[in-house]
């Protein structure tokens, strides 16, 4: 078994549990990657792939954590760092959830609203400055924004506005990898003054709807955001209890 194969393999037994983002951007990044894997019995027990001082992907069927003396950045799940000091360390926390196809209610716009496909790449520079507008914290150009239609999960049809009227009030995007069926909602977000009302509730039944075909669709996002998207998650029927930390040694 090779190291993408056994990947894949953890990966649909527990998505959100192997890593903390969709499959296909980690099997992207391996090529250049120094990979260790050990398979007992047709059984994988341990998978980590690493590159100069950094752990990308690290999975071990006892729960041994890895060694982080010496590194700089680290992605590692939550009960893997419960034995480890983190204190050179800068941590950040990400839920992880899946949502199965169950629990889908039809999207509900208010009157006046109405969802419309993004026209990318015309239209990167407004999916830019909108992102930019709804998150204290990030700033995305529009170059970035063309470059995710490059990747081997784009579908246009995920990629949609809630307009009031003319004017974009909310944004979603997501992705469909249909080499394993996996779904993955990349960016939710609302206007600010827009917040509250159902918007992003109906932005993510409707991504939902449209990913129809998806064995399962994952999300993940900051836990510290005070506007609480996992509850939103929640709220349209995502579940899970994974946690990943990113860890970059302080300076
Ligand atoms: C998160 C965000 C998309 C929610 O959009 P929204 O339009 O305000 O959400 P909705 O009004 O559709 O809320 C839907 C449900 O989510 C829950 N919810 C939404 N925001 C919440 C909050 N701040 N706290 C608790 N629950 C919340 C509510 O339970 C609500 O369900 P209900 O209608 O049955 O009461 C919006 O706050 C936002 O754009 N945040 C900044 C960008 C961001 O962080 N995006 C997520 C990245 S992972």
Not at 39 to 51: D, N, P, Q, T, W
């Amino acid at each position: 078994m090779d190291f993408k194969t056994a990947l894949t393999e953890l990966y649909l037994r527990d998505p959100t549990g192997t890593l903390p983002n969709a499959l296909w951007k980690t099997l992207a990044m391996l090529d250049g990657m120094e990979t260790l894997l050990d398979v007992r019995g047709g059984e994988v027990i341990h998978l980590e792939a690493k590159r100069g001082r950094g752990i990308y992907v690290y999975w071990d069927s006892n729960g041994v954590p890895p060694d982080i003396e010496g590194l700089d950045f680290v992605l590692l799940h939550e009960r893997l760092a419960r034995a480890l000091d983190l204190e050179e360390f800068y941590v950040e926390r990400y839920f992880r959830l899946v949502h199965r196809g169950e629990t889908l209610e039809a999207p509900s716009l208010p009157a006046g609203f109405a969802f419309r496909e993004v026209d990318v790449p015309a239209e990167a520079r407004e999916v830019a400055e909108f992102i930019n507008l709804c998150y204290e914290d990030i700033h995305v150009g529009s170059g970035e924004v063309k470059s995710w239609t490059a990747g081997p999960a784009f579908d246009r049809s995920l990629w949609l506005w809630i307009l009031d009227g003319e004017e974009p009030v909310a944004l979603g995007i997501a992705d469909f990898d249909r080499s394993i069926g996996e779904g993955s909602l990349e960016w939710i977000q609302v206007h600010p003054s827009y917040r509250g009302r159902g918007l992003g509730k109906a932005l993510v039944f409707e991504l939902l709807r449209r990913l129809k075909d998806a064995a399962f669709t994952t999300v993940s996002g900051q836990l510290d955001n005070r506007t609480n998207p996992e509850a939103l998650y929640r709220r349209c029927g995502f579940e899970g209890n994974d946690v990943w930390l990113v860890l970059r040694r302080r300076e």
